[in-house]
């Protein structure tokens, strides 16, 4: 198991990490914005589930605008 201190890293070495597909980076990365995310999906969308279903889609895809905005910080 990795014991990796994903709190200590800086931002651009955390966007490394989640681009190389590092689990514990994605997993932090999640953890640290899905509430901020929900809120925000939610106040556009007004549908639990829909919202919880956008920001699962928004990890998942790959296609997503994230990766472009990941490489402009």
């Keep these: ?5 994903y709190a200590g890293l800086g931002e651009s070495d955390l ?3 989640f681009r190389s597909g590092d689990a514990g980076a994605i997993r932090y990365i ?3 914005n899905n509430q901020r ?3 925000a999906a939610w ?3 007004k549908d639990s589930a829909e919202a919880e ?3 699962q889609s928004g990890y998942l895809n790959p296609h997503s605008p994230s990766k472009s905005l990941i490489s402009l910080s």
């Design 1 to 5: 198991m990795d014991k990796r201190d």
């Design 15 to 17: 966007v490394a990490l």
């Design 30 to 32: 999640a953890t640290a």
């Design 37 to 39: 995310l929900f809120r």
């Design 43 to 45: 106040a556009v969308l």
């Design 53 to 55: 279903d956008a920001v």
